[in-house]
């Protein structure tokens, strides 16, 4: 591998969570659900898992249901059989499990004291399944150049820290990785609202559909703009107003999609809503670090077809398409060389890493990074595949797969942001299957 040039919240929380999904006894759920397997409890007690399908190291909501409701001092004790997983607490009603790593079939129990009687004891037997790989593409193993190639070679652009967040270039290298081929859809994200708000992991809100967050409600789609959630937001410091579509609505009782507009990348989501949907998969957002592998290969091309300078074939060139394209628009002729459609598209993509213009500067260095997980904190993450970055004619090496951004720069408001053109995929991290 040849070497690199180098160079120098809303205003206020909303209200607790809807009631959640109750799992009885004996109950066999199909496949659209988990595959559980909860035990009978003695006298009225039961355990609700949320969700209800279950994934290896998923952080999964148990909660104890007793008839009639136990008086203020009850005492809670939870216990996970060994190998069963990790209580992140096991004195309240309801607490956080995390699943174990490998799959299969693990009890969880919970006792109940202080009733005024004999001690209540409930068990649920939890099914933990692999994460489907269907639509998802492997990419295997190995190291590969990260980030802008020419770097200070591109004497005509001005840099600044925008276009030269990609600088310098280093060698990455990372562990094997599902990766979905197209972005999630609008009526793939219909259904997965459906499930959340039947099991009481999201709400519908007249200005958003909301869901839980390390113990915050948080929008995770619009149907109106997010400033209608920001008291005197355009007082505020290049207070922009983004641009929507909002094609998906709620009846009273149903998600539903604007009428051909299926199989679109879903838009108008901010990244919790994002991540909310990736979690409930068992999956994640990608990291820059994958997205990008996913994109460009380990060949050091500019564009996910290659080095060829692009056409209105491969990709938006210069904002032609006008408009939001369906998934897999510009296939094959835009793939990238594992197959991964729609990296330069018409839409920009949620990551997993925290966006930091000194990044790569920070932690570039002789030695190649290992899975790096990007910056440990920042202020919103980082979006990738920026259309209006491949433009023709150009600089001649702008490397528009490499380009890093973040919606901060326009919009001062963090993850809640959310637009017509903010889309994402989800990535798994394991074996080849």
Known sequence: MSACRRSTNPSALVPALLAPLLVAPSVALDADRAVLAPQPAASGAVIRVRPARVHPRQVVKLSAALEPPPPAGARFRWVAATGAGTLFQDDLPEVEWRAPQAAGVVTVAVEVEGLGGPPIRAEVR???????????????????????????????????????????????????????????????????????????????????????????????????PFEALIPRYYETRNARRAQY?????????????????????????????????????????????????????????????????????????????????????????????????????????????????DYYADYAGERPLRNPRGPFWGRSHSIRGLPTSLQYPGSGTDEAVSFRYSWRFEFLIGDIFANRNTTFRTALEGDAR
């Open 245 to 357: 579509l909002h094609w998906i609505s709620h009846d009273g009782s149903r998600f539903r999609v604007k009428e051909g507009k299926e199989r679109h990348p879903i838009v108008d989501v901010s990244w919790f809503g994002a991540a909310a949907f990736a979690a409930y998969h068992g999956k994640k957002l990608p990291t820059e670090a994958q997205w990008e592998k996913a994109a460009r290969g380990e060949d050091g091309r500019r564009f996910p077809w290659g080095s060829n300078l692009p056409t209105s074939y491969h990709g938006d060139l210069n904002g032609a398409y006008g408009e939001l394209a369906p998934v897999g628009y510009f296939s094959p002729v835009g793939d990238s060389p594992y197959g991964v459609a729609d990296m330069l598209s018409t839409c920009v993509e949620w990551t997993n890493d925290w966006f930091n213009h």
């Open 126 to 224: 939890i099914d933990v399944g692999l994460p489907s790989t269907e639509g998802m593409v492997w990419i295997p193993p190995g190291p590969y150049l990260r980030g802008d190639i020419g770097g200070t070679a591109n004497t005509v652009e001005v840099k600044t820290i925008q276009n030269a967040a990609d600088e310098p270039c280093h060698v990455v290298e990372l562990d094997g990785f599902w990766i979905d081929r197209h972005p999630v859809t609008h009526e793939e994200y219909a259904r997965y609202l459906d499930a959340a708000v039947a099991q009481g992991l999201a709400r519908v809100e007249e200005v958003a559909v909301f869901g839980e967050h390390e113990g915050a409600w948080v929008p995770l789609y619009y149907f109106k």
